[in-house]
Structure formats: C-alpha cells, structure tokens
T-cell receptor, first 111, second 113 residues
Framework: SQQGEEDPQALSIQEGENATMNCSYK?????LQWYRQNSGRGLVHLIL?????REKHSGRLRVTLDTSKKSSSLLITASRAADTASYFC???????????FGQGTRLTINP | KAGVTQTPRYLIKTRGQQVTLSCSPI?????VSWYQQTPGQGLQFLFE???????NKGNFPGRFSGRQFSNSRSEMNVSTLELGDSALYLC????????????FGSGTQLSVL
C-alpha cells in the first residue's frame, strides 16, 4: 500500500456540518501537508504541519499530527458548498526530496 | 505575482507520437517538480529540477524525460506515447526545497488515442 492512505475515500455532508478526513503513513516524515483539488485542476496548498508539531489551525481548518501513530487528520468546520473538492495529504519523507501524495478524499457538501 | 503556468491545457495525441509539455514557475522559484495524476494511480512523482539539474527522479520509464532552462522554466517530454500515458500532468514550483509548500499549475490534460 502507499505511503499516504486517506480515509474515507468519499464523504458527503450537509452544508454547515464539520468534515473530518484522515491520513495514515508508513515512514518517518519531516512534514505533512494537505492540498485541495477542484475537478481537473491543479492542487492548492492548504496547510503544512511539521513533525515536531501536534496541531495547527488556519481559518476553518484544523490539522492534527500524531507521529507515534503515523497519522494526521484534517477538520473543516462549518462546511460550505465551495469546499466541495478532493483533499490530499502529502508526506515529506525523511531523506527524500519529494512529496508523496495519498489517494485523496472526495468531499461533497450538499446545500 | 503570476502563478505557475502550464501549456498547453489540453493535448490529444495518438500512440507512438511524442509530446512536450511546458511549465513556467513562479518568479524566483528554482525548483520545479512534475507529477502524473491518473484515476487509478493517483499522483505519482516524475522528477524534479533545480538550477537546470535533475535532482530527483521517480519510477517512470526512460520515455519520460525533462529539462530545465536557465530561467527556471521546465519542459517534460514523453516519447513513443502509450494509451496508459493519458493523464493530467501537473508541475509545481517552490523556491528551493521540493518537499516544502508546492505551488501547482492547472495542469496539462493529455489524452492518447
């Protein structure tokens, strides 16, 4: 299986609800990042959390990192229709000069 | 500041042909990475260039190649196209380190018939 695995693969919620996506990885990392992709477009960076950090906030986004469990979660609060997109976690593996992306979570916000 | 620009946006080719994709990074960014995105394999790292040198390479066959020019613009080339090369090709730039925050272009959608 891949370095970054995301769960769930798809998530559908009502506008105003919170959305939580999870990412698990296998090897030691320098940082973990979350990106958003609207259909067929490029990825947009959302947030970066370093291996010595446990939690980070940016607007309606909250990211946690548990290096002992090799997992991260992305929480989007008070979801909006515009949050409908695919969300990817990406890990910066120690010793590797590249990002390894997970398969993504497809988030749908229903009005 | 202009973002990452990829051209062309769409390409249709036939098997056996070759194709060249272009990427202009954000001004001041010296690292350019290329990724292939398909529904089945997700985002796969192709290679990364820094100051005209390939610094990192993914697990793709030699048909996939790239280069970077002195102005940091980058091109990737795929020769002898196969049906399985149909994908969204994304380039991303960053100032120095390819494992920090990446700025992506909108991608080139390649269809091989």
């Amino acid at each position: 299986s891949q370095q970054g695995e995301e769960d769930p693969q798809a998530l559908s919620i009502q506008e105003g609800e919170n959305a939580t996506m999870n990412c698990s990885y296998k090897t030691s990392i320098n940082n973990l990042q979350w990106y958003r992709q609207n259909s067929g477009r490029g990825l947009v960076h959302l947030i970066l959390i370093r291996s010595n950090e446990r939690e980070k906030h940016s607007g309606r986004l909250r990211v946690t990192l548990d290096t002992s469990k090799k997992s991260s979660s992305l929480l989007i609060t008070a979801s909006r229709a515009a949050d409908t997109a695919s969300y990817f976690c990406a890990t910066a593996i120690q010793g590797a000069q590249k990002l390894v992306f997970g398969q993504g979570t497809r988030l749908t916000i229903n009005p | 500041k202009a973002g990452v620009t990829q051209t062309p946006r769409y390409l249709i080719k036939t098997r056996g042909q070759q194709v060249t994709l272009s990427c202009s990074p954000i001004s001041g960014h010296r690292s350019v990475s290329w990724y292939q995105q398909t529904p089945g394999q997700g985002l796969q790292f192709l290679f990364e260039y820094f100051s005209e040198t390939q610094r990192n390479k993914g697990n793709f066959p030699g048909r996939f190649s790239g280069r970077q020019f002195s102005n940091s613009r980058s091109e990737m080339n795929v020769s002898t196209l196969e049906l399985g090369d149909s994908a969204l090709y994304l380039c991303a730039s960053t100032r120095d380190e390819p494992n920090e925050k990446l700025f992506f272009g909108s991608g080139t959608q390649l269809s091989v018939l």
